[in-house]
């Protein structure tokens, strides 16, 4: 089973790229957001933790974390900001890996991705087999952005500002998708970089 990693900077369209290999190959595909946030459910492995951390005044009336409460005391403060992901992240990855030796013993999985726009400064380089970035031009983020999730460009602006240079991204990459135009032609370079796995339709 081959391990690899997803990345890119917003609005590039990893979710894309995994919604067609998702569709076509045998594999798992894990989003690091989505386990950040089932983990840090009531019962889960960080909730605890957070709610120590911040203070129950961050919880909702059904006791879940509220993500606006929890969201403006973090980032008003880099060290509560460090510490929770101090929490967080360590448990995604824990996560993961379990998810990885699951996958490895069941028989059918040939390919496992896990996908987070932050793999490469959280580590995952050591944990996956490949890294793969997938690539779009700043003007064509910027417009899919507004477009299709109605983001203002002070907040495109201040996500990109946080995320890798492009330098950065190709330089820590083993593999590059250009998703720059029309879907079909970054689907192509997947399937060639994929020929030796099993496709279905």
Not at 82 to 96: D, F, M, T
Not at 98 to 111: F, I, K, P, S
Not at 140 to 164: A, C, T, W
């Amino acid at each position: 089973m081959r391990l690899i990693g997803i990345t890119g900077g917003v609005g590039a369209g990893k979710s894309e790229v995994l919604s067609f290999i998702k569709e076509h190959y045998r594999c798992k595909i894990y989003l690091a957001d989505e386990v950040a946030k089932e983990i840090q459910q009531p019962g889960q492995s960080c909730y605890e933790e957070m709610v120590t951390l911040l203070g129950r005044d961050v919880l909702g009336e059904d006791g879940r974390l509220d993500n606006g409460k929890v969201a403006g005391k973090i980032f008003s403060d880099k060290d509560l900001l460090l510490a929770v992901n101090g929490i967080v992240h360590p448990k995604v990855r824990e996560y993961l890996e379990t998810a990885v030796r699951r996958a490895q013993a069941d028989g059918w999985t040939e390919l496992f991705f896990m996908e987070a726009a932050l793999l490469i400064e959280n580590g995952y380089k050591s944990l996956v087999d490949e890294m793969w970035y997938v690539y779009a031009p700043e003007e064509v983020r910027r417009e899919r952005l507004k477009n299709n999730r109605g983001y203002s460009d002070e907040k495109i602006s201040r996500i990109m500002e946080s995320q890798l240079t492009e330098k950065l991204f190709r330089e820590n990459s083993d593999f590059i998708i250009d998703n720059s135009g029309a879907a079909g032609k970054a689907y192509n370079q997947i399937k060639k970089r994929l020929e030796a796995y099993t496709w279905q339709e």
